[in-house]
């Protein structure tokens, strides 16, 4: 089998090929004066999923689940090929928050199960550095499932109080997340000895604040919808520096909260402990790691998806996944993962810069 994306849609690129030379001056000064973090600068890479999926022979209906991106106003995807044994394949969407899933099943026992994918991504760096000055209201009921618990992210108990104290006379959406994200990269630590990227279990995570970018970004999320403001985890995997090799184990998430009047802007106080751990340096050193990561983050990543407690399309037997960054798979009905991130299961992420 092989495809196109065409769930990736057309290019937004103009198709225009001349413009008047007054609009582009204006363009040109436009440019001149805009603030550094909010220039564009793409990543341009092929990445390629390998799966020859450790399942048993025996079985007589395997079926496996894998993220797949999509293009958005940060990332253009296209390209898309998939190949290999499967009985069937396709894409679908869950349906709770739209998440692109390729999807593929074998129905016969016996040999291997493989399967390739094969896609292209221009990342674009993400900055939003100009807030508005008054905040208009927004509908609570719109946007309620970025305001409501997850099973592992209560919005009651600890965490409320937590978000009362952290913003304590804060008014704005905008102040409340940055109280949050400040709170956050003064208190929580990135503990390399957790697997993956964590689990995002914010209860405990309040007692022993330390953690991956699930884990960190789990919190800030949870705090944030404690104190009424709309958040979401972005799941997905970074490109890695380099001109090509391996990716396996690159995922990476980071956080977003809704600012009426700006949309959704992005933060990654993850990553500021990250840089604090292995560069060895102080909270005050970070400072500017600190600042650029509320409103920004880099070029270096392909987001996937969002939410959690995830029934997926097809739906899994197995129960609901915390969430969806790493492939998933069943054998006749049975979870073939370890654990969330599957690492048992036989895949190999590869990628090569354009």
């Known amino acids: 089998m092989s495809e196109t994306a065409s769930l990736s849609g057309p290019s937004r690129r103009g198709s225009a090929d001349r413009i008047a030379l007054p609009l582009f001056l204006l363009l040109i000064l436009c440019l001149l004066f805009l603030p550094r973090p909010s220039l564009a600068i793409d990543r341009r890479a092929a990445v390629t999923v390998k799966v020859n999926l450790n399942a048993p022979s025996d079985a007589g209906r395997v079926k496996l689940w894998i993220p797949y991106p999509m293009s958005d106003e940060n990332q253009d ?143 800030f999320v949870t705090l944030a919808r404690a104190a009424g403001v709309p958040a979401r985890e972005v799941f997905g995997i970074r490109l890695p520096k380099g001109k090509e090799g391996d990716m396996t184990k690159a995922q990476h998430c980071w956080a977003e909260f809704y600012l009426p009047g700006s949309g959704w802007v992005v933060v990654d106080p993850a990553d500021v402990r990250k840089a604090i751990l292995e560069k060895k340096i102080s909270l005050e050193e970070a400072a500017p790691l600190r600042e650029h990561f509320f409103g920004a983050v880099d070029e270096n990543r392909i987001a996937f998806g969002t939410g959690r407690d995830l029934r997926l399309n097809p739906p899994q037997a197995g129960e609901p996944l915390n969430y969806f960054m790493y492939p998933y798979a069943e054998a006749d009905g049975k979870p073939l993962n370890e654990d969330l991130y599957g690492f048992n299961l036989g895949y190999a992420v590869e990628f090569r810069e354009l």
């Open 77 to 219: 995807v296209s390209g898309v090929e998939i190949g290999g044994n499967y009985s069937a394949a396709g894409i679908y969407r869950e349906g709770k928050f739209g998440n692109a899933i390729l999807f593929a099943e074998w129905n016969a026992p016996g040999g291997e199960r493989t399967l390739t994918y094969m896609f292209r991504v221009s990342r674009r760096q993400v900055a939003t550095k100009r807030f508005p000055e008054k905040e208009l209201p927004f509908s609570k009921e719109e946007f309620e499932k970025y305001l409501s618990p997850t099973s592992l992210g209560s919005t009651g108990g600890a965490a409320r109080e937590y978000a009362e104290k952290i913003t304590a006379g804060k008014t704005t959406a905008l102040a409340k997340a940055r109280a949050i994200y400040d709170w956050i990269v003064e208190n929580m630590h990135r503990d390399p000895d957790v697997k993956g990227c964590g689990l995002g279990e914010v209860d405990m995570l309040l007692r022993k604040p330390g953690g991956k970018c699930a884990d960190i970004h789990s919190v």
